[in-house]
């Protein structure tokens, strides 16, 4: 019961938030504040899951579909960003603290998937991960982790390096088909049944 709760709880609150976000992007189209919170919403999302993130650029190209071409840009600068910080978070914490912070908050499954990209695609982890859903975060914090306790911290960076050109170049694909979809769907849906 408790858990069924707690998901419906969750799932009012991405309402409330996706419906406050439209409305604050409806008023502020033009202006730059919505470029500005869009990446700061972005770049706190991969933290923090409020909503989906592709569906903040799927309504911020909605609502200001002149500015795509910015919002495209924006969400991979954020997720690079992020991984920035995940990274250098693995580098920073102990291991065992790490993961048991993980286990405390309930990534273990996340964490899990990305032991086993790591093996498996090495720094292309974070590039399949960006395009099929694959948690990036938990991919650079690991290697943060192994870079922390590796002796060799010349060939740590150039993974990282790698692994971060890697998350930007995923993202801007993804964005640039999502967002040119969008826009152009929109504007297709627009011509038809005019507002």
């Known amino acids: ?6 998901r419906s709880f969750f799932a009012a609150l991405e309402r409330n938030f996706l419906i406050r ?7 502020h189209r033009d202006s730059t504040r919505l470029p500005v919170l869009y990446f700061t919403f972005l770049f706190l999302d991969g ?3 409020l909503i989906p993130s592709t569906l903040f650029l799927m309504a911020a190209v909605t609502i200001s579909p002149k500015r795509w071409k910015l919002f495209a840009f924006l969400f991979p600068v954020a997720a690079t960003l992020n991984n920035t910080v995940t990274y250098i978070l693995g580098r920073i914490f102990p291991h065992e603290a790490f993961l048991s912070f993980i286990t405390a908050v309930g990534l273990d499954g996340f964490w899990g998937e990305a032991v086993d990209a790591v093996h498996k695609y090495g720094s292309w982890a974070t590039f399949i991960g960006t395009l099929v859903g694959l948690p990036t975060q ?8 192994a ?3 590796s002796s060799t ?3 740590g960076r150039a993974s990282i390096v790698l692994a971060l050109s890697l998350v930007f170049l995923g993202q801007s694909i993804k964005c640039s088909i999502i967002a040119s979809l969008v826009r152009f769907g929109w504007l297709k849906f627009e011509k038809k049944h005019p507002l």
Do not use: Y
């Not at 019961?1 to 707690?6: E, I, L, N, P, Y």
């Open 1 to 6: 019961m408790k858990t069924k709760a707690k």
């Open 21 to 27: 976000w439209m409305r604050f992007s409806r008023r």
């Open 47 to 49: 933290f923090v899951m």
């Open 138 to 145: 938990m991919i650079t914090a690991l290697i943060g982790l």
């Open 147 to 149: 870079d922390a306790s």
């Open 153 to 155: 911290d010349h060939a």
